[in-house]
């Protein structure tokens, strides 16, 4: 068989090179992604270790035993986890549910409603996001004190429904792109401004009642100056908290702690991962009404 002498030789493609900008962003994204588990890594490492290895070894040094949950029960046993989780749960409850009772209700009476202060409230939600928090806190705590909340679940209940601007700026977005036609409309049917807000506004406000829960709920389920600074008692901890016991004036039982920390992690990671999709479309939703 005779070759094909017609035939055009095969031509050597030269390797095309990535971009520099494409190149960048995936050395930012595994910057970024070192930064976030690296630290992660160090406490799931820690938890795993006796007392012994964590005073020999570095951080990024591995268990002798990667079955070792001994400090896992330690920090669910001595730091009164149970209780921790229940206070927790108590104190999310009535403050999430407050938040968007109160958030929904004011960012609706702001924009459905002309008023002649409506500006200068405006104005102080602005300068409320301003002021740092600490700034307020003596004032503050002489008023809890005053009503004798101290050392009792409603101080920071009280707290995180009241001070969250965020969640009303959220509300007020998305009930600006609500139509106003359907207020005229209730009202040509005898609704009122309270039934207009329950049957029409409040039900349309789900993709922003989903974005307030999730981020509210991160924000509390996390705090721990509030806790630490109204609730003394040891029946009165939250998971924030309860990691506290572990610090001793001699030092720290750094593996109890980070044993403390997984637990308190788990539960916050596992709604962020089924409930992530309400994040971003309730802030791109948001960013675009």
């Known amino acids: 068989m005779t070759p094909d002498l017609t035939a055009a030789p095969a031509r050597h493609r030269p390797s095309r090179r990535p ?21 992660l890594a160090v406490v ?3 938890s795993l270790k006796t007392s012994q ?14 079955l070792n949950l001994d400090n896992y029960v330690t920090a669910f046993t001595d730091g ?11 104190i999310l409850v009535f403050s999430i549910g407050g938040t968007v009772v109160i958030g929904s209700m004011t960012a609706y ?18 300068v409320a996001t301003l002021v740092p928090a600490v700034t307020t806190q003596v004032a503050t705590f002489q008023v809890i004190n005053s009503f004798g909340l101290v050392d009792t679940r ?4 009280l707290l995180y429904m009241g001070t969250d601007i965020v969640s009303v700026y959220i509300f007020l977005q998305f009930i600006r792109g609500i139509p106003v036609s359907l207020d005229e409309a209730a009202r040509l049917d005898g609704a009122h401004a309270f039934t207009i807000y329950r049957k029409i506004i409040f039900p349309l406000l789900k993709p922003a ?14 705090d721990f100056y509030i806790p630490f600074l109204y609730m003394h008692s040891e029946d009165l901890g939250t998971i924030s908290t309860a990691l506290f016991r ?15 920390a997984i637990l308190v992690i788990l539960p916050t990671l596992v709604i962020f991962l089924l409930l992530q999709r309400w994040i971003y479309n309730g802030f791109s939703q948001g960013a675009t009404k």
């Open 154 to 157: 409603w101080a920071p209940i």
């Open 44 to 46: 799931l490492l820690t």
């Open 209 to 222: 009642i989903a974005t307030v829960v999730i981020i509210k709920g991160i924000t509390t389920y996390n």
């Open 80 to 90: 009164n986890m149970l209780t921790a989780f229940w206070n927790t749960a108590f």
């Open 246 to 260: 572990f610090k001793g004036p001699f030092g720290a039982h750094w593996e109890a702690i980070s044993a403390g």
């Open 19 to 39: 971009p520099v900008g494409t190149v960048l962003t995936y050395l930012s994204l595994l910057a970024a992604s070192a930064v976030v588990l690296l630290p």
């Open 109 to 126: 009476a702001i924009d459905r409603f002309d008023f002649r202060a409506k500006r200068p409230v405006m104005a102080l939600f602005l």
């Open 53 to 66: 290895e964590v005073n020999d070894g570095g951080a990024l040094s591995l268990p002798g035993d990667w």
